[in-house]
């Protein structure tokens, strides 16, 4: 079966490289494995499945609350790897569940992002919130895949139905969610929120693509986001733009079902944060930058829809909160904005 040569795959590089902790679905993990150098235990996942078969098949300890996991999803065809930051007493209280925060990356990042780049190991730390960070492809834009009549990879069934269920059985996640992301991730954020009307109380999106058929930034096949994959010289193997939602006129159904800007009637109840740069530079842009690179003229376009979105959602009543600035789409504005926009989150959550 494709799971178990999957998981037999990762056993063995695993053990080459010596840098997780691993063990057998079902097993417990060795004397000491989910214990840090303090004695504090940790969540034990290894074996933990959601229903369609989907299983944790690895993990590693960072510290006394962080550990990143190795999945091996149906829906995907292949093992994602999710980082996990844990509530502050999820070790003293066994029968508690845990407000939710899920934080979504950009295209061509990966589920290490926030923590490498942010500051929300420290935004949490004393906190009784569950931090969880999946893999969503170096361009997987959150969605099950059209793929020409196809569904794999499934972005969306991976993080809504696979993941979703794991953290629930696992690590007792509870009903009050929320989501962010950056870029892509601010996509995803937005457009999970929009067509799971109910299940994330807030939504938040730094410089996210919120109009995917914008005629200045459509993100996937033409405009800005296909000029900045040729001048970065970014050629992923394999890569298919039309394959995510399909051609946007054959298949606009599809797009309409995704796009943040179709989904306003479904994004009715939830809180929303909405922030992006001006494409000018800002005080966070290191001096000298020039004023025509690409990370400046990519937010400009992020702006042109970001706007056209706040609009149309103050329009419509949606109870959104919005930051505008002048910067980049680079990483000091997102982690400058995830701070901004933690206390809306965490308020949201009912963990402030």
Not at 146 to 153: D, E, I, R, T, V
Not at 212 to 241: C, I, K
Not at 297 to 307: C, F, G, I, K, M
């Amino acid at each position: 079966m494709t799971t178990r040569l999957n998981r037999r795959r990762f056993l063995a590089a695993a053990s080459a490289a010596g840098a997780a902790t691993v063990a057998t679905p079902g097993t417990a993990l060795a004397s000491g494995a989910g214990r840090t150098g303090t004695g504090a235990r940790t969540a034990d996942l290894v074996g933990v499945q959601a229903a369609d078969g989907t299983s944790v098949i690895a993990q590693h300890v960072l510290d006394s609350h962080t550990l990143d996991i190795t999945i091996d999803s149906v829906a995907l065809g292949q093992t994602a790897s999710v980082r996990v930051i844990l509530p502050k007493r999820f070790g003293t209280r066994p029968g508690a569940s845990w407000p939710v925060l899920y934080l979504l990356h950009g295209g061509f990042g990966n589920y290490c992002d926030w923590t490498r780049e942010s500051d929300i190991a420290a935004l949490t730390r004393g906190r009784d919130v569950l931090v969880v960070m999946p893999d969503g492809g170096r361009l997987g834009f959150y969605t099950d895949w059209w793929a020409h009549g196809g569904s794999k990879p499934g972005w969306e069934t991976f993080h809504m139905v696979e993941l979703a269920q794991i953290v629930e059985r696992g690590l007792r996640a509870g009903d009050r969610r929320a989501i962010a992301g950056l870029s892509m991730g601010g996509f995803g954020a937005v457009s999970y929120a929009g067509r799971h009307p109910g299940y994330f109380r807030a939504a938040a999106s730094f410089s996210g693509t919120l109009d995917t058929l914008h005629p200045t930034a459509a993100p996937v096949y033409q405009g800005p986001f296909a000029n900045w994959l040729l001048e970065a010289n970014y050629t992923p193997s394999g890569y298919d733009p039309l394959a995510l939602f399909g051609d946007p006129t054959a298949q606009r159904d599809v797009w309409a079902a995704h796009n943040p800007l179709d989904l306003l009637a479904q994004l009715c109840g939830t809180k929303l944060f909405v922030s992006c740069g001006d494409g000018r530079l800002g005080p966070l842009d290191p001096p000298g930058t020039d004023p025509s690179a690409t990370a400046v003229r990519y937010e400009a376009a992020q702006a042109l829809q970001n706007r056209e979105f706040i609009a149309r959602a103050t329009g419509a009543g949606l109870d959104i909160t919005t930051d505008t600035y002048s910067g980049s789409h680079s990483w000091p504005y997102w982690a400058r904005e995830l701070k901004r926009a933690f206390p809306f989150l965490l308020r949201e959550l009912g963990a402030h």
